[in-house]
């Protein structure tokens, strides 16, 4: 419920962020994000501080500091520009 309370709080437009849960190697649950934020390192910890603070235990926070087109590149893989790209998620095209 932490990460629905914190999105249904409004949290900036300049926060993009995937949740994703899976079990490590001891097949202990584990919760993982992955996303975008525009702005300082201070902006970002302060705009994500009440969803650390509703998970449980101490949450490991890592990050990297990219520009744009670098941050695109991490999430969607090298760019291509020899032809126009075909998107599409396989929840929203019933793969």
Do not use: H
């Not at 520009?67 to 793969?95: E, R, Y």
């Amino acid at each position: 419920m932490a990460f629905q309370n914190f999105v249904a709080s409004l949290p900036r437009n300049e926060l993009s962020l995937l949740v994703f849960v899976s079990t490590n190697s001891n097949n202990a649950l584990e919760l993982g994000s992955t996303g975008s934020f525009y702005g300082t390192e201070a902006e970002f910890v302060a705009a994500i501080k009440p969803y650390r603070d509703a998970l449980p235990g101490n949450p490991v926070l890592s990050f990297k500091q990219d520009n744009w087109i670098d941050g695109l590149v991490a999430v969607l893989g090298p760019l291509n520009t020899t032809k126009p790209d075909v998107v599409c998620f396989p929840i929203f095209c019933g793969v």
